[in-house]
């Protein structure tokens, strides 16, 4: 089904492997692209990105606070008045459990400790630090626009 968009919006689509996230009109799209990150405006260029982990963040309404949401990494991609993430995982920041992405940044920051630099399990733990602390930048980022 197509989404109504107007010159100030284009149509976002966000789903993962557990289903839609989100489906409809967008002002904008901020999002951690495999180069850095990325700002999404409706008339941008078309892309196609790898997603690394990261917070993601949109605005459905002017002048309104921007959705945050955690993506593990995937794919995006951006056409005239379109936007598609693929995303592996991702979930609202305010579904994520602080102390459980806590203890997964200590637990990676224990196993980058214990690894040999170059190794697979470094790598893995690398990756496992790198999304435990994007889920505690969502928390952060929710908490910080509720008390405004």
Do not use: C, W
């Not at 794919?75 to 102390?99: C, F, K, N, S």
Request: proline share 4%.
């Amino acid at each position: 089904m197509a989404i109504a968009v107007s010159e100030n919006t284009f149509d976002l689509q966000i789903v993962s492997a557990e289903g839609t996230i989100f489906s409809g009109p967008a002002h904008a799209l901020a999002i951690s692209g495999a180069s850095g990150e990325l700002g999404i405006r409706p008339g941008h260029s078309p892309l196609i990105s790898n997603v690394k982990p990261g917070v993601a963040s949109f605005v459905t309404e002017l002048k309104q606070e921007p959705i945050i949401l955690y993506i593990s990494g995937g794919m995006l991609e951006v056409q005239p008045d379109t936007v598609t993430v693929l995303a592996d995982t991702a979930l609202h920041g305010r579904e994520i459990d602080q102390a459980r992405a806590e203890g997964a940044r200590q637990m990676a920051l224990d196993n980058i400790n214990h690894s040999q630099v170059g190794s697979v399990s470094f790598e893995q733990a690398q990756l496992e630090l790198s999304k435990a602390l994007a889920q505690l930048r969502a928390v952060e980022l929710v908490g910080r626009f509720k008390r405004h």
